[in-house]
């Protein structure tokens, strides 16, 4: 009885958040499997990123990855950014031919600092649980009435979180290869409620 009436508390904590922020849902996003490599990263993301919400599911999994291995993480989260706000470089960092620009960069020390956020986004993960999402990895993301359209080709989305007051905002966009990818997402690498 204790447990039912902890998930009914987490429920209605979660459905105000959404309503105290005036949100609206997004199609949910399931990733199938969680990839090892750079190149079924990019398989996935081409399935996945070909909507806002896939793309923010994308920079999700990018910043989960992170937290498991660095050296891919830096690499996935490059391949989550549109690419005019990366930088040509010819790093260990870099992946084809291009790298975080120094602003996105430097939310990279956020994840080292802050180590509940790479798994904090996932559905079913909250300070409670130590972060422990719940399987399949599920993304759940949201629009308000300031948010714009996704026919312009640029959105504001809001990801659910468990670990913070308000759901976090990324703005999405419509990159040249027709795939969504992230333009401004500082919001996510903001700390968050310690695990319990």
Do not use: C, H
């Amino acid at each position: 009885m204790k447990k039912n009436l902890i998930l009914t508390i987490l429920f209605l904590f979660a459905a105000g958040q959404a309503f105290a922020q005036n949100l609206t849902p997004r199609n949910v996003v399931v990733l199938p499997s969680e990839p090892t490599t750079i190149e079924e990263f990019k398989s996935l993301q081409s399935s996945i990123a070909t909507t806002p919400e896939g793309a923010a599911a994308m920079l999700v999994l990018a910043i989960s990855l992170y937290g498991k291995n660095p050296d891919l993480g830096t690499k996935t989260i490059t391949l989550s950014v549109v690419s005019k706000n990366r930088q040509k470089s010819n790093k260990p960092s870099a992946v084809d031919g291009t790298d975080l620009g120094n602003g996105d960069k430097f939310l990279l020390g956020q994840l080292d600092k802050y180590k509940m956020l790479p798994n904090g986004y996932w559905k079913g993960a909250e300070p409670s649980n130590g972060y422990t999402p719940s399987l399949p990895l599920t993304v759940e993301t949201y629009t308000n009435p300031y948010s714009g359209e996704e026919s312009t080709g640029r959105i504001k989305l809001f990801v659910a979180t468990r670990g913070a007051s308000s759901f976090r905002p990324v703005t999405v966009e419509k990159d040249s290869d027709g795939l969504w990818r992230a333009k401004e997402m500082s919001s996510l690498f903001v700390g968050m409620m310690p695990a319990k």
